[in-house]
């Protein structure tokens, strides 16, 4: 059933993720989800930012069973992101995409038997928190320090001269090649 006046496209942003998905029963059948979470569904990613201007994260989830029946998860989430520049204090939207790629463990000793190439996606009673891991996986993609590219900002506060501008009269000394002056090949005296 469709809505009247809507198109496929825009039924497709209508779908809001579950919260709590039978991760084994997935894999079984092969399935693919793909739908949009809000950031007030991703709270610590929602903390992390500078306001919800842009509340929709696309997510996409592949989940399938391999030979040794484990499920294993590999998507990708996300969107247009508004943080806090370091720099310049100011708001700047910036995309931020987190893949997501793993095997869908119970326990911590069912993700100790992991393949090393693999991450252990931890999910208990047979159900996977969507939206937590959503929101763990787009939390490491965040940049480690904000900064954005407003030619004003950088202008301002970048102070590092690119390395060919740089002449050699103007290379900076090592401050500890004093140190090899002190250095002598006779043992010291006690």
């Not at 463990?105 to 038997?113: E, I, K, T, Y």
């Not at 993609?141 to 103007?170: D, F, K, N, T």
């Amino acid at each position: 059933m469709t809505l009247p006046g809507l198109t496929s496209r825009a039924m497709k942003q209508l779908v809001t993720l579950a919260r709590i998905l039978d991760y084994r029963r997935l894999a079984l059948t092969g399935q693919t989800l793909t739908g949009q979470l809000t950031l007030k569904q991703l709270p610590r990613t929602r903390g992390a930012l500078a306001a919800d201007e842009a509340p929709v994260i696309e997510v996409s989830l592949d989940f399938a069973e391999d030979a040794q029946r484990r499920v294993r998860l590999k998507g990708r989430a996300a969107g247009q992101l508004v943080m806090t520049c370091q720099r310049c204090l100011q708001s700047f939207e910036t995309t931020v995409a987190a893949d997501i790629a793993g095997v869908v463990v119970s326990d911590d000793d069912a993700a100790a038997s992991v393949p090393r190439e693999d991450e252990p996606i931890l999910a208990g009673d047979g159900v996977i928190d969507i939206h937590e891991l959503v929101d763990d996986e787009l939390l490491l993609a965040l940049p480690l320090v904000a900064r954005c590219h407003r030619p004003e900002c950088r202008a301002e506060y970048e102070i590092e001269a690119p390395a060919e501008q740089i002449s050699a009269g103007e290379r900076k000394t090592n401050p500890f090649a004093v140190l090899q002056s002190l250095k002598s090949d006779e043992p010291p005296q006690r």
